[in-house]
């Protein structure tokens, strides 16, 4: 009698496609994983360094640096305060543009060079003009506005404990609005040679308020999330990525057109 054909079994064969179908969807999801952007966190209300559509001259710079170095990211447009507590806590690798304070020593590592450095500028109301020049001058009581979340020097503290009252507002715009309505006595704007007052004030629609008097220069850096687990890859990447586009002359066109936009 002629040997008959061996034939698998149908719970055997079921088992083997099942096994494949599922190695096929670990593979996918693994290729995706390792395809997956890195997501970064950038603040929304910060023009002309960060714009609420996600343009803006640090985030020209950001994407470019870690195109250099050859990482992909995504930029995830928040407003400033949550951008600064996901970084701390852990749940994202980054966030732009930070400067400073005591609270983040061991949770955040900041990038080698400054994106940019903004000058600290105090802006009074001209109907209602206040004699201080300097930070020491402002008078207990005094209302100053000022943007929530954002890092100041230590002397700011020191204001505080000498009886100066900080307004907190979503963004330096608001700040000058309130300043114009004369909600508040001073305000405070983060200013460089791209973003001018300017431009801020003619955005608030504020045309009641002058400069007093300017408090020092703070530097603005990538925030990298030591908790994170591509905290340290970011960071590093980042900084590689700029040392290139600093030398190529990238980082110098970026600047040059942002600075024709103003």
Same mark, same amino acid.
């Given at each position: =009698?002629?040997?008959?054909?061996?034939?698998?079994?149908?719970?055997?064969?079921?088992?083997?496609?099942?096994?494949?179908?599922?190695?096929?969807?670990?593979?996918?999801?693994?290729?995706?994983?390792?395809?997956?952007?890195?997501?970064?966190?950038?603040?929304?209300?910060?023009?002309?360094?960060?714009?609420?559509?996600?343009?803006?001259?640090?985030?020209?710079?950001?994407?470019?640096?870690?195109?250099?170095?050859?990482?992909?990211?995504?930029?995830?447009?928040?407003?400033?305060?949550?951008?600064?507590?996901?970084?701390?806590?852990?749940?994202?690798?980054?966030?732009?543009?930070?400067?400073?304070?005591?609270?983040?020593?061991?949770?955040?590592?900041?990038?080698?060079?400054?994106?940019?450095?903004?000058?600290?500028?105090?802006?009074?109301?001209?109907?209602?003009?206040?004699?201080?020049?300097?930070?020491?001058?402002?008078?207990?009581? &005094?209302?100053?506005?000022?943007?929530?979340?954002?890092?100041?020097?230590?002397?700011?503290?020191? =204001?505080?404990?000498?009886?100066?009252?900080?307004?907190?507002?979503?963004?330096? &715009?608001?700040?000058?609005?309130?300043?114009?309505?004369?909600?508040?006595?001073?305000?405070?704007?983060?200013?460089?040679?791209?973003?001018?007052?300017?431009?801020?004030?003619?955005?608030?629609?504020?045309?009641?308020?002058?400069?007093?008097?300017?408090?020092?220069?703070?530097?603005?850096?990538?925030?990298?999330?030591?908790?994170h687990a591509k905290g340290e890859f970011a960071r590093?990447?980042?900084?590689?990525?700029?040392?290139?586009?600093?030398?190529?002359?990238?980082?110098?066109?970026?600047?040059?057109?942002? &600075?024709?936009?103003?």
């Amino acid at each position: =009698m002629p040997r008959q054909p061996h034939r698998q079994k149908p719970h055997a064969s079921r088992l083997r496609r099942s096994a494949q179908a599922i190695l096929s969807a670990l593979l996918l999801a693994s290729a995706c994983a390792a395809a997956a952007p890195l997501e970064i966190m950038v603040e929304d209300a910060a023009s002309p360094w960060s714009n609420p559509d996600g343009s803006g001259l640090a985030n020209a710079v950001v994407k470019a640096a870690f195109a250099a170095a050859q990482v992909d990211i995504k930029l995830l447009v928040v407003p400033y305060a949550r951008c600064k507590a996901f970084v701390m806590a852990g749940h994202i690798p980054a966030c732009l543009s930070m400067s400073w304070e005591p609270k983040f020593k061991g949770l955040i590592a900041f990038s080698n060079k400054p994106i940019f450095a903004a000058h600290i500028e105090l802006y009074s109301n001209e109907q209602n003009p206040i004699s201080a020049r300097k930070l020491d001058d402002i008078p207990s009581g &005094t209302v100053v506005g000022i943007v929530n979340g954002y890092e100041y020097p230590e002397s700011f503290q020191a =204001m505080r404990q000498a009886g100066v009252i900080f307004d907190y507002s979503p963004s330096e &715009t608001v700040s000058l609005k309130k300043l114009e309505a004369g909600r508040i006595r001073l305000a405070v704007l983060m200013l460089d040679g791209i973003k001018t007052d300017t431009a801020i004030m003619a955005e608030a629609g504020a045309s009641n308020v002058a400069h007093l008097f300017s408090a020092g220069e703070q530097g603005s850096f990538v925030g990298f999330s030591t908790r994170h687990a591509k905290g340290e890859f970011a960071r590093t990447k980042y900084n590689e990525g700029y040392d290139i586009i600093a030398r190529n002359g990238t980082l110098k066109a970026i600047s040059a057109a942002w &600075t024709g936009r103003r």
